[in-house]
């Protein structure tokens, strides 16, 4: 197996080294998160790709703190925050220290202080003007100009991860899979493998070919969503309305699949309970190809649309050092110029040859990220032709080895890279921890936005497609 | 352009939606309480292409000053109880208030009890119940008319 997971106990001293040193050394970190120790004594957790597999280091923190490695790695710079409010791990060096899940009445306490001539700030949230989950923007403009963004979610915080501890990992799936609904399989799939993987069990073809059925299913009708969400952020509603209805056939394709438009319940621990017989595989397969021709025809009006194209080019640029200093992952990254896709290296689903496709022009602005989702679903579209080229059977999981305490999943979502660690004990969840692609990526919505106009926001937001509520958990 | 117009008047044809009988109209507005995002996707659907909730005079508002019905999805987190009950407090008379999923409901799994304020009904009056995890389109647009009958 290729994905095994290496556990090592880094003391402080060794900490920063170890996690600010993984660049230098061709690995990454992946997330970071605070738990309660062997002893009850919290310690901080990171998962990171070594370059040779992934490992968890862990760290024990005395006398409650962390050596904070956010100034190195501001991928993290979220991560620290929440493990601070969550579990009350200070991490030293981390300042000024601002809450993220905890929402302090003080202004001064959670933004950033912006001054100068005619600066003013403009408050957007929680509740916004659409059908929008809800969170909260403190734009710091002169006039209509950007200056910085403080971005306040968690309004939608149920305390999931807190929730699933305790439960077996059967029951504590679909409180994760709660997370979000528009990501459910990808956070499914992630939580299944992180368990699987923790005790030392692989899935077999049949579970690894559903799964992947799942998965691109789900990225088809969030593509489709999202370019019909940039559309309507410069209201174009022909555009709005063509890929709303391609989101709505593929949902309802999902529908006769899985039999839930969201697939709810599709993604089991240990196997795969999904069948698919070989006629329903036929009608699904063609209706997709009719629908990937007419999402096609539609992508290239688009490109010619003169009023959509003057709106997008250029506008919210991520430039590519900032995307790979922020650690974004997903559509958002690849239009930066980062060429990375968990599927190219997925052992636990279905991916035989897999190449990342990046737009043609990857210059990190709304363009781009809208192309990445339209040469995205053509593959998707091409990867699910095969898959359902014939039955889609029940599967299961064999033994590889005694597992051990830990597990990690990784799932390239339709928004990115997901992690999913999982701590086991006595055959149920001690500790569970997702951090989704939305979660790597909102730092990014803030920096792209920075120096655009702010009627410019939202589709620079829409661009991006976040989700709040695979954030907040 | 003339693709995509193309394209919409089919599937207009292929939607094939029956005309309203019933006149009158309501402005909703959507609050996000604690929600998985996916009754948001699905409200979204209503009021898309295919099943077109305009056409019952039934529309998304951008203001709770400008509605008549609150329709509100998740569970009432305790972040968000605060902002819920200031657009309930904002909206005119006569209003309504619609619980919009299972969460809203109270219903579905909701979280680490400590985060929840609680299902809607035990924060503001509830007049109109919208079960399902999430509920289809068909279904709101349903549950919505019967609001449009009261």
């Known amino acids: 197996m290729t994905d095994a997971l290496s556990l090592t106990a880094v003391p402080p001293g060794l900490w920063r080294e170890t996690i600010g040193g993984l660049g230098r050394r061709g690995g990454l970190p992946l997330s970071l998160f605070a738990a309660a ?38 991928a993290l710079h979220w991560d620290e925050r ?8 200070v991490f030293t060096g981390h300042w000024p220290h601002r809450p993220l899940v905890h929402h302090p009445a003080d202004l001064a306490e959670w933004t950033t202080p912006v001054t100068g001539d005619d600066v003013h700030q403009v408050a957007v949230g929680p509740i916004h003007a659409g059908v929008i989950e809800s969170g909260h923007f403190r734009f710091h403009c002169v006039g209509e100009r950007i200056l910085h963004i403080d971005v306040r979610l968690f309004h939608t915080h149920r305390g999931l991860e807190h929730a699933a501890e305790g439960l077996a990992p059967d029951e504590a799936l679909p409180v994760v899979r709660r997370a979000c609904g528009a990501c459910a399989v990808a956070n499914s799939v992630a939580f299944a493998d992180a368990v699987e993987q923790a005790t030392g069990r692989f899935p077999d073809d049949a579970t690894r070919r559903a799964r992947t059925v799942l998965v691109e299913l789900e990225r088809v009708y969030n593509h489709a969503n999202d370019i019909g969400a940039m559309c309507a952020g410069v209201g174009l509603a022909p555009g709005a309305m063509v890929f709303a209805h391609a989101k709505e056939r593929a949902q309802r394709i999902i529908h006769d699949l899985t039999g839930h438009r969201f697939m709810f319940g599709a993604v089991a621990v240990g196997g795969s309970g999904l069948s698919i017989g070989a006629d329903a595989a036929a009608g699904a397969r063609g209706a997709l190809a009719a629908l990937g021709r007419d999402m096609a025809a539609a992508w290239r009006a688009l490109l ?24 974004v992952v997903g559509p958002a990254a690849r239009a930066s110029g980062v060429g990375r896709d968990l599927r190219e290296d997925a052992p636990r689903l279905w991916y035989p040859g897999f190449r990342a496709v990046l737009p043609a022009e990857p210059v990190g602005d709304v363009a781009a990220r809208m192309e990445a989702r339209a040469v995205e679903l053509a593959q998707s579209l091409a990867l699910l032709d095969d898959l359902l080229a014939g039955a889609v059977t029940p599967g299961s999981v064999t033994t590889v080895d005694s597992g051990g305490r830990h597990g990690a999943g990784r799932v390239e979502s339709a928004r990115g890279g997901t992690t999913c660690v999982v701590e086991l004990e006595a055959g149920t969840v001690r500790r569970v921890h997702l951090r989704t692609a939305s979660y790597a990526n909102w730092p990014a919505v803030a920096r792209a936005a ?24 | 352009m003339f693709v995509l117009l193309r394209q919409l008047q089919r599937i207009r044809s292929e939607c094939a939606l029956p005309r309203p009988a019933r006149r009158g109209s309501l402005q909703l507005r959507h609050v996000d309480a604690g929600s998985c995002n996916g009754c948001e996707h699905e409200l979204q659907a209503a009021s898309g292409p295919a099943y077109d909730l305009a056409r019952f005079g039934l529309s998304i508002t951008a203001s709770p000053r400008h509605a008549d019905v609150l329709l509100v999805t998740g569970a009432v987190t305790t972040r968000m109880r605060g902002a819920l009950e200031i657009a309930y407090a904002a909206m005119p008379e006569p209003r309504r208030v619609a619980a919009l999923g299972d969460c809203a409901l109270g219903c579905g799994l909701l979280g680490d009890p400590s985060q929840i304020a609680g299902r809607v009904e035990e924060i503001l009056p509830v007049d109109l119940r919208i079960p399902g995890c ?17």
């Not at chain 1, 062997?38 to 862990?58: I, N, S, Y």
């Not at chain 1, 493990?83 to 009350?88: E, I, P, V, W």
């Not at chain 1, 655009?452 to 829409?462: G, T």
Request: proline share 10%.
């Open chain 1, 37 to 74: 120790g062997p002893d009850g004594f919290p310690e901080v957790r990171c998962l990171a790709e070594t370059g040779d597999g992934l490992m968890l280091a862990v760290c024990p923190a005395l006398d409650g703190a962390v050596p904070s490695v956010a100034d190195v790695v501001p």
């Open chain 1, 82 to 89: 929440e493990a601070r409010d969550l579990h009350g791990v």
């Open chain 1, 304 to 327: 010619f649309d003169a009023s959509l194209r003057d709106r997008v080019a250029g506008a919210g640029v991520l430039p590519h050092d900032e995307a790979l200093r922020l650690g």
């Open chain 1, 450 to 473: 920075t120096g655009a106009i702010l009627p410019d926001f939202p589709l620079v937001n829409k661009s991006f497609e976040l989700c709040y509520a695979c954030v907040d958990r």
């Open chain 2, 134 to 150: 999430p509920p289809d389109p068909e279904t709101i647009a349903r549950h919505l008319r019967e609001l449009l009958a009261r």
